[in-house]
């Protein structure tokens, strides 16, 4: 059983940064090479969408929007799933919610282990 804990994030203005975590509790110190990892985010009145992944090899890839200013990483050490978001915008605004499994999915409800989400909130 895996267990999620989102954590990071906040109230910004435009153009700030914020860096969410995604703490997992471990299985083993390769946690990471059996799980696709994946940040999605869900803003008011619009549908979950995904926002950077990790898989398994340890290719990441963020989506095409936001690339520059997201960035996906890992602390292998420590079980965090980090993302870097730069530049902050209006449109980030969104809960932010990390996911795992064996394989990557295009769904977040598809996932076998989902956070709870940490809310990103960016004024103007």
């Given at each position: 059983q895996?267990?999620?804990v989102?954590s ?12 969410l975590?995604?703490a997992?509790s471990?299985v083993s110190?390769?946690?990471y ?15 979950n969408?995904?926002v950077a992944?990790m898989?398994?090899?340890?290719s990441?890839t963020?989506?095409d929007?936001?690339?520059?200013r ?5 602390d ?6 980090y993302l870097?978001?730069?530049?902050l915008?209006?449109e980030d ?5 990390c996911?795992?499994?064996y394989?990557c999915w ?5 996932y076998r282990?989902?956070?709870?989400g940490?809310?990103v909130?960016v004024?103007?």
């Amino acid at each position: 059983q895996l267990e999620l804990v989102e954590s990071g994030g906040g109230s910004v203005e435009a153009g700030g940064s914020l860096r969410l975590s995604c703490a997992a509790s471990a299985v083993s110190e390769s946690m990471y090479k059996h799980y696709c990892m994946t940040w999605f985010r869900h803003a008011p009145g619009k549908e979950n969408e995904e926002v950077a992944r990790m898989d398994k090899d340890g290719s990441t890839t963020v989506a095409d929007s936001l690339k520059g200013r997201f960035t996906i990483s890992t602390d292998n050490a420590k079980h965090i799933l980090y993302l870097q978001i730069r530049s902050l915008k209006p449109e980030d605004t969104a809960m932010y919610s990390c996911a795992a499994d064996y394989q990557c999915w295009p769904q977040l409800a598809w996932y076998r282990y989902r956070g709870q989400g940490t809310q990103v909130t960016v004024s103007s």
